[in-house]
């Protein structure tokens, strides 16, 4: 079983929506974890890192439930260039870590 | 400051033959991993490395052999390439295998079997 569940999307949404991804993850004790980006046929990019309850960054803003066993991941003022596939991923040694994300697309 | 390097970024080859994926980083990171990833799904692990001179399979490591040449270098081969081997194959390294620190990620080596 993954360690991590992502609706796979696609998410469709209009420049300028907010848009907000959860992630639920089965390790409860997992305390750290890290979004990535991944552009089609590109290598994952490091989006964000959340070691506590949450960590923002301009228009992204993670949040960590660990009581319900979920992080999200919020980006408000979408813009064209958000258009991207938005990786979970625990921290740790695990090798089924990676899921195949959640697929947004941003359109004009 | 390169990061993680991957050579080739594209080859195609015939069934049968063979060839070594190369991939360094200039990180002084411990820890290698080598992962494929096919159209439309997520990454699966092949073979990683905690430290110089260990390794170890994932989830997929059939068809595969690797070596973690030093610190910096960690290859992966396949002896007689079949078109189920046909992916993007991306390498990444982290500081020290089960700690709180992220993957980075080379950009990747498309490869094509025929």
């Known amino acids: 079983r993954k360690e991590v569940e992502q609706d796979p999307g696609p998410f469709n949404v209009p420049e300028g929506a907010t848009v907000a991804f959860n992630c639920t993850y089965s390790n409860s004790a997992s305390q750290s974890f890290f979004w990535y980006r991944q552009d089609c046929r590109k290598e994952p990019k490091l989006l964000m890192s959340?070691?506590?309850s949450g960590n923002e960054d301009g228009r992204f803003t993670a949040q960590l439930n660990r009581a319900s066993q979920y992080i999200s991941l919020l980006i408000r003022d979408s813009k064209l260039s958000d258009s991207a596939t938005y990786l979970c991923?625990?921290?740790?040694?695990?090798?089924?870590?990676f899921g195949a994300g959640t697929r947004l697309t941003v359109k004009p | 400051n390169a990061g993680v390097t991957q050579t080739p970024k594209f080859q195609v080859l015939k069934t049968g033959q063979s060839m070594t994926l190369q991939c360094a980083q200039d990180m002084n990171h411990n820890s290698m991993y080598w992962y494929r990833q096919d159209p439309g799904m997520g990454l699966r692990l092949i073979y990683y490395?905690?430290?110089?001179?260990?390794?170890d399979k994932g989830e997929v490591p059939n068809g595969y052999n690797v070596s973690r040449l030093n610190k910096r270098e960690f290859s992966l081969r396949l002896e007689s390439a079949a078109p189920s081997q046909t992916s993007v194959y991306f390498c990444a390294t982290d500081a020290l295998l089960d700690s709180n620190q992220p993957q980075h990620f080379g950009d990747g080596t498309r490869l094509s079997i025929l």
């Open positions: 490395s905690a430290s110089e001179g260990t390794t």
């Open positions: 959340v070691y506590s």
């Open positions: 991923v625990p921290a740790g040694n695990n090798d089924m870590r």
